[in-house]
Nanobody
Framework: QVQLVESGGGLVQPGGSLRLSCAGS????????MGWYRQAPGKQRDLVAT???????NYADSVKGRFTISRDNAKNTVYLQMNSLEPEDTAIYYC???????????????WGQGTQVTVSS
């Protein structure tokens, strides 16, 4: 059984910073792509940032220059450093990981439970 556990969300004032973490546990052989998505009330879940196992990154235009995604492969963990936060960043943030359970099996996608980020004065 695999779990992705997120942490680091909370309430922050506009212009502030937060750092989200997502740690994978269980019978993991390797993790390929990892990413962060967010869903605001009444809206669809949107991509925020992704990172490959080799460290290549991709960001949504709305967060470029403010958010940084990184990962620690030894810890099966992905991070999202969020700076200059805006009220429009308020959402539930979910991590996603493409996990392989052995060298011969295809990857399977998993989601974390989500962590609330609220940006408000």
């Amino acid at each position: 059984q695999v779990q992705l556990v997120e942490s680091g969300g909370g309430l922050v004032q506009p212009g502030g910073s937060l750092r989200l973490s997502c740690a994978g546990s269980g019978s993991i052989f390797s993790i390929l792509g990892m990413g962060w998505y967010r869903q605001a009330p009444g809206k669809q879940r949107d991509l925020v940032a992704t990172i490959t196992s080799g460290g290549s990154t991709n960001y949504a235009d709305s967060v470029k220059g403010r958010f940084t995604i990184s990962r620690d492969n030894a810890k099966n963990t992905v991070y999202l450093q969020m700076n200059s936060l805006e009220p429009e960043d308020t959402a539930i943030y979910y991590c996603n990981a493409q996990i392989r359970f052995s060298w011969s099996t295809p990857t399977s996608g998993y989601w974390g439970q989500g962590t609330q980020v609220t940006v408000s004065s």
